[in-house]
């Protein structure tokens, strides 16, 4: 594509670039080249100028694409969703362990108030047996239920 403007017409000339311009900015891709002609005209073309002659670039093609565009959003795809999955375990491994020490606290309660229990020997206490009788607690049945008490004391609350 050639367009060729007469320095005698300026309106024609913008009018005529501007609809050049126009065109090769459809394409988006080309590179305009401007010169001027032995007889002094300036010319605007898509194509360089033949032989030795002395031009200037007005609108270059835009960069080349990167070829390794989809590469690299795959990669940080895949870095997001790897975070994201981080971010997930850390949590599920935090709730877990606020869980289990939730249990442990209750446990630890529960252990300190039978303890209290057991201590206070103006409190009849009975167990079970295997047909369902009741069973008074001997004053070494209670020593061996502190002791066990005791024992869940130590492992389930902090400082003991």
Sequence with gaps: MSVRLRSARPALAAAMLGLGLALCA????????????????????????????????VGAAPPPANPNAVRDMAAQDAEFRKRQSDKSEASAKSEKARADAARLAEACTQARGRIRLLQDESQPLARYGEKGERIPMTPEDRKRAIEDQQRVVKEACAGG
């Design 26 to 57: 459809g394409g988006a891709a080309a590179t305009l080249y401007k010169w001027t002609d032995a007889n002094g005209r300036v010319v605007y073309s898509d194509q360089p100028p033949a032989g030795n002659v002395k031009y200037e670039i």
